[in-house]
């Protein structure tokens, strides 16, 4: 078996997933698709956080729409673990704009645009790190070991 790089990714279900009642159907697949979770809660973002969580995008053309919807209901945060984590999360959250993904991910089974596309997924390591600590103390974190572990990824 090859050696895997298990990384953890930070997950949101946003406001759209939420109000559409989707939440279980999104956390299924991941955890049918072998992840682990590590941390989850369900929390109204304070403008501080989607601050910090959408950085990067200040400036842009879409930053206050973008604002105002992540912010305009409770969201699902959850750190996922598993081999190669943040680029697997992102192939299955599908392209950013859910009316050009593909059927099987999840922006093109239940998505039709932008900013509304349900699921926030880490780009890199980097952001991951950065983006698990605006949700999460180090402390609530679980570090814990699944029984399947070996028969999703040869623990
Ligand atoms: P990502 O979520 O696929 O990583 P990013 O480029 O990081 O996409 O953009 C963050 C979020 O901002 C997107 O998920 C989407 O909700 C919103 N967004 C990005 N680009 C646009 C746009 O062109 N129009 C409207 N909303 C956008
Ligand atoms: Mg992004």
Redesign the pocket.
Known sequence: MTPSNVQQTLVVLKPDTVQRRLIGRIVDRFERKGFKITALKFVQLSQDQAERM?AV?EGKE?YE??MR?VLSGPVVAMVLAGPDAVEVVRGM?G??DSGQAQPGTVRGDFGMG??M?LV??S?SADSAANEIAVFFEPGEIVEYTLDTDAWTHGG
């Open positions: 959408y995008h879409f729409r973008l919807f959250m392209p950013t932008q900013p596309n926030h997924g780009d």
